[in-house]
């Protein structure tokens, strides 16, 4: 079945509709809703899905998705990424890796937890099982790494955001994604998120095509769920991982199996502890080794279990085996549950942080991140999580606070030069997505130790980046988190903050809330004489007003926004509060004023070679362009516009270059190739949780709506999926004109688009 039916059935019951009710308000008869509900229609026409979310009451974030839903399952195409592949040959594990495909193929089960202690093995069995059922799942498989410090509140967002959607769109949108295609998704370290299993059963009772692969180190205890509990390596299979992994290591071990059975059986045949010795054997010979094995305290992880202490051993004597310097930077790189590059661990221990790295690259205890050198980026280093647990739980009292001083103060320094990067957010973003958890770790010190200056610094220098990704819901708790905080924050930090959370609830389309956030904006900046607050706070409650169709109240607060500007002598923001006001004045209707002041902002950013938004002024000028008739310089506006941004890899600025395209289309009469190109910008801006700002929307909703109408409704939805079915680089050659949009099937047309 699906997911249409349930998605349906379930906003009728919140809204406490009969299916009578519902399809009175919606204007469709009754039998349209109790086939949906039944499961015989797995699609709805477009005006028939946009009668129900109106009946219903959708807000933006479910109306989209249950749009989605709606569209079918056909509309759902998405590439998934490829199974991780680790770099050494799983051994030893044959039996339970049969077993694992039998219950975790399409036609097992449709939960199965790989259990055990950190270490043992889960994930590494896991991917050999993932990637044996790539065929079998048609390539429909995720992984979701889930992330040491994550709340379980955010897990869905996590799921969405390794799905290529967008974090905030939650369980409907792994609906759609899923729709009625078997479908696998591996949650990895599902410990950390035990709270959410809850969710998890919910989303398994909503989709059945979905299908779990978790590991966890206990199991999560939902109805249906297959544990396999993973153990220790029987002997043979010990030895021989261990003998593998000291080879790799360079290590002399010779053959001597008597001496490696032992040294295995001191170690219980647990997998990390055998890799952490092998590590050993380029310093130790076997006999060595096999020494400090035996008389290495064993009491130092008081529990009956042989593995768990098998494993507390086999770390505390790694440690106890470093040089002082080595112990202390394994110390601080426990911070980082992200990962680390050399310039912030050197920020913790000094010039001597690379060599203690290659000391502790040779224990085994830390990894060269494999991302990091095939992308060619700062080297970055990162820890298993059992060896993270292991270095922190025998941490006095908490992190070291001379490390954690330094650890705030250089995710502070680092944040703080967001601002150098305007025109150039790409290369800073990536760099953030390698730092995300490691500056929600800065974050909660913040809340936890009651310091809201620096909560909301750290808050203010992401939240340019949590809008791009998408993670505007966790964006505003933070943000939200620190205003609301006693004793209030430095006075500069909560206009900054509040600055931020209007942004973000603006892109939510919460304009009541991104309103709210400029009345108070601009009450501080009055109150305080602060003329770049106020023309913040100005700047927040013109595009407000332009979202709520005051077109007379957005021109003033955007005039008003510009004035100051000129006064601040800070050429970025005076060109964006030009292109600002001629929004504003395009949304008016004063369409020469719009042209000069978005032209002035194109010449302002061409100086500060700002290419972006150079990009974004001809893409508002094509809008101009569209909005006075004159379709030929829409065309090229558009055009100029989508070359850029799609060379500057920007999505949102592609999207707006193919909706811009599909509307000149529309004008022109070709209902199909617009029908094509708006299902592509609608896929684009689904990938980043985009959407249509309110005055493109307006703007191209006429012309959109007349070649909508002129051709069959069929027609219209066939082209509107082949869009969406589009890689972005063939949507752009289409939109651009290089490669010809096909058409499967032509019916007469009803009459022309007219053109305004």
Not at 252 to 271: K, T
Not at 415 to 427: I, N, P, V, Y
Not at 485 to 494: E, F, I, T, W
């Amino acid at each position: 079945m699906s997911s249409l039916p349930w998605l349906l059935r379930s906003h009728r019951e919140a809204a406490g509709l009969t299916q009578e009710e519902l399809a009175a308000r919606a204007g469709v008869s009754a039998r349209t809703v109790s086939d949906v509900e039944r499961g015989l229609r797995s699609r709805l026409y477009p005006d028939t899905a946009e009668r129900f979310v109106t009946a219903l009451g959708l807000p933006s974030g479910s109306r989209e998705a249950f749009l989605q839903v709606a569209r079918g399952p056909r509309f759902a195409e998405l590439v998934f990424p490829r199974v991780p592949e680790p770099l050494t040959r799983l051994v030893g594990r044959d039996g339970e890796l049969a077993n694992l495909i039998r219950l975790a193929a399409p036609d097992g089960g449709r939960l199965v937890t790989l259990t055990g202690l950190g270490g043992i093995g889960k994930t590494r069995l896991a991917l050999a099982a993932a990637a044996q059922l790539v065929e079998a799942y048609r390539r429909r498989i995720a992984v979701v790494e889930v992330p040491p410090n994550l709340d379980g509140s955010m897990l869905m967002s996590t799921v969405t955001a390794a799905l290529g959607t967008t974090r905030g769109a939650g369980r409907d949108a792994v609906a759609m994604i899923v729709g009625e295609r078997p479908t696998l998704l591996l949650l990895d370290a599902f410990e950390h998120v035990l709270e959410a299993a809850g969710a998890v059963e919910a989303l398994l009772l909503d989709i059945p095509a979905l299908h779990l692969l978790v590991t966890s180190r206990v199991r999560l205890g939902i109805t249906g769920e297959h544990e396999i509990a993973v153990r220790p390596l029987a002997p043979p299979a010990a030895s021989e991982l261990f003998l593998e992994r000291a080879r790799e290591a360079d290590g002399g071990v010779g053959e001597d199996p008597a001496l490696i059975a032992e040294i295995c059986d001191q170690l219980s045949g647990f997998p990390l502890a055998l890799e952490l010795a092998a590590a050993r054997t380029r310093h130790l010979p076997l006999p060595a080794l096999l020494d400090r094995l035996r008389f290495h305290a064993t009491d130092v992880l008081a529990a009956d279990d042989a593995g768990r202490r098998s494993l507390g051993e086999a770390l505390s004597w790694a440690v106890s085996s470093l040089r002082p310097e080595e112990e202390s930077a394994l110390r601080a790189a426990a911070l980082f549950p992200g990962g680390w590059g050399l310039p912030a661990l050197e920020r913790l221990c000094g010039a001597g942080a690379l060599d203690a790295m290659s000391g502790l690259v040779d224990a085994g205890l830390v990894v060269l991140d494999r991302s990091s050198v095939e992308e060619h980026t700062e080297a970055r280093w990162r820890m298993f999580d059992v060896v993270r647990e292991h270095v922190l739980a025998h941490a006095d009292d908490g992190p070291d606070e001379a490390f954690a001083t330094a650890y705030v103060g250089h995710y502070l320094e680092l944040l703080a030069s967001s601002t150098e990067t305007m025109g150039r957010e790409r290369d800073w973003f990536r760099r953030l997505a390698t730092e995300e958890a490691n500056v929600r770790t800065a974050l909660r010190w913040a809340r936890e130790r009651g310091d809201t200056d620096t909560l909301l610094r750290l808050a203010g220098g992401m939240w340019l980046y949590w809008q791009a990704v998408g993670a505007l819901t966790e964006g505003r708790m933070w943000l939200e988190s620190g205003l609301a905080a006693q004793p209030p924050a430095d006075l500069q930090q909560r206009m900054t903050a509040l600055w931020a959370l209007g942004w973000l609830a603006y892109h939510q389309g919460d304009v009541r809330a991104a309103r709210s956030a400029s009345e108070q904006l601009g009450s501080l900046a009055t109150a305080h004489h602060d003329d770049a607050a106020r023309r913040n706070a100005a700047t927040l409650s013109g595009m407000a007003a332009i979202a709520e169709d005051r077109t007379d109240d957005a021109v003033r607060d955007l005039e008003g926004a510009l004035s100051l500007a000129r006064e601040l002598d800070r050429p970025w923001i005076l060109a964006t509060s030009l292109l600002n006001l001629g929004m504003a004045r395009a949304a008016a209707e004063d369409f020469d004023g719009a042209r000069d002041a978005i032209g002035d902002a194109l010449r302002h950013y061409a100086e500060i070679d700002d290419q972006r938004f150079q990009a974004r002024c001809r893409g508002y000028l094509g809008l101009v362009s569209l909005s006075t008739g004159d379709l030929s310089q829409a065309r090229t506006l558009f055009a100029q516009s989508l070359r850029a941004f799609h060379a500057l890899a920007e999505p949102g600025g592609t999207a707006e270059g193919l909706s811009g395209l599909a509307a000149v289309a529309a004008a022109s009469g070709d209902a199909r190739r617009a029908a094509t190109l708006i299902g592509a910008a609608g896929r684009l801006r689904e990938s980043i949780a985009g959407s249509e700002l309110p005055l493109e929307r307006r703007t191209m909703a006429r012309h959109v709506e007349l070649a909508r109408a002129s051709i069959d409704p069929d027609d219209w939805a066939t082209a509107l999926e082949r869009g969406r079915g589009l890689s972005l680089d063939v949507a752009v050659e289409q939109a651009l004109g290089l490669s010809r949009v096909p058409v499967e099937s032509r019916r007469p047309q009803h009459g022309p688009a007219t053109e305004p």
